[in-house]
């Protein structure tokens, strides 16, 4: 039995899509140990891992991180100046045969060459490819990245790895990447030391199931968990609904009650949370902020998306769904109740739309998902 450790950061985007993997490697018969912050370590131990709890310095919310790629690099190594002893000193009697780490968790490289091992990373969005700097603005010649690599490069030497600092960050030994290579950017121009598996999904039934309450079409609508606290968006969504004959259901988190948003429409099922995976099963569109999570979920399912976004990897996920022809781009401030509405009937009856979309779920389940990713793991370890 071979003792795999995964290295994650405190993210629900990094940590859940890596869990259906960590269950199928235990079914396999290996034991997973599995390095997160303690608020993460029931969803860890429910994939049957062992967690190994860590104190992080991460922003706990999505909106306190840098807009910047300095600014949000800077806080990935402060974390790794942070975490690096914590598990050093939870793995000196334990240590693993392999290490998967996310793209964040810095440390996991910085460990795995101190114990002589390979690491795998475990990317859940877009990776890097030739050219990617000059195509997302990435000069490193800027001050502020420049003095970014600078402090790496110090900390990388204090810590006996002898790695570039942009290599470092962005050039791993080998990768798992859990979205098809058809939605990644620039698909052709990536090494092949990085493989695509698609969306790693699990059984999610534990959240409970869900059942459209007639055969009318469903929309759902869901802008995740961070972001949720927009009561105008939500009653322009209501005024969309209002007439529609559509069951729509609308997650509104936890910031925003139905006594906020005033008459809700007849047709119209209001949630503060919602089993996503179970209703996406029989949704006809998909309003969403175009986290990769839930992009990657809908794509699974086929159905096309209007991406509303807020942040910059959202913003390029709903970018790149035009793309493909199988979603539209509203960004917050055009969103309109007669612009929801006009595009919900466009992509429900658009037949090009529905074809594409097919073809790329096809991508999806030939990537192979979960068990892909296993399978490149253990391949390591042999």
Not at 13 to 36: C, D, F, I
Not at 100 to 114: H, K, M, N, P, Q
Not at 256 to 266: C, F, I, M, Q, R
Request: with cysteine.
């Amino acid at each position: 039995m071979s003792h795999i450790a995964f290295l994650n950061i405190p993210g629900h985007g990094h940590v859940n899509p890596t869990l259906p993997v960590v269950a199928e490697l235990v079914a396999r018969g290996h034991r997973v140990t599995y390095a997160v912050p303690a608020g993460f370590a029931p969803q860890v131990a429910h994939a049957g891992a062992e967690p190994v709890a860590y104190r992080t310095v991460l922003p706990a919310e999505e909106g306190d991180w840098p807009m910047d790629a300095a600014g949000a690099m800077g806080l990935f190594l402060a974390e790794a100046r942070q975490v690096l002893p914590q598990l050093a000193q939870s793995y000196v009697d334990d240590q693993p045969d392999l290490v998967v780490y996310d793209i964040g968790a810095w440390t996991a490289r910085v460990l795995a060459r101190r114990w002589g091992v390979p690491a795998i990373q475990f990317s859940p969005t877009h990776v890097a490819y030739e050219g990617w700097e000059e195509d997302m603005g990435v000069n490193p010649d800027e001050p502020a990245i420049a003095a970014f690599y600078a402090e790496l490069a110090e900390w990388l030497r204090e810590q006996d790895v002898e790695v570039p600092a942009p290599a470092f960050v962005s050039d791993p030994d080998s990768a798992v990447v859990s979205i098809p290579r058809a939605f990644q950017f620039r698909g052709d121009r990536v090494h092949p030391k990085y493989t695509f598996v698609g969306p790693c999904l699990d059984d999610r039934s534990h959240q409970g199931g869900w059942a459209p309450p007639d055969d009318r079409p469903v929309l759902l609508v869901s802008l995740g968990s961070a972001y949720t606290d927009r009561p105008e968006f939500y009653r322009r969504c209501l005024e969309a609904a209002r007439g529609l004959d559509w069951h729509v259901v609308i997650a509104i988190g936890r910031h925003v009650s139905e006594e906020d948003l005033g008459d809700v429409p007849p047709n119209v099922e209001l949630r503060a949370w919602v089993p996503q995976l179970a209703i996406l099963a029989h949704a006809t569109v998909f309003v969403t902020h175009c986290g990769m999570g839930g992009t990657m979920e809908g794509l699974h399912h086929g159905v096309p998306m209007i991406g509303v976004p807020t942040l910059g990897e959202q913003v390029m996920n709903a970018e790149r769904l035009v793309e493909l022809g199988v979603g539209r781009h509203l960004p917050h401030d055009r969103v309109t109740a007669a612009g929801l509405r006009e595009a919900v009937l466009e992509l429900a009856a658009d037949r090009d739309v529905a074809a594409r979309l097919a073809a790329l779920r096809a991508d999806i389940r030939a990537a192979g998902g979960t068990r892909a990713a296993a399978d490149v793991v253990e391949a390591a370890l042999r």
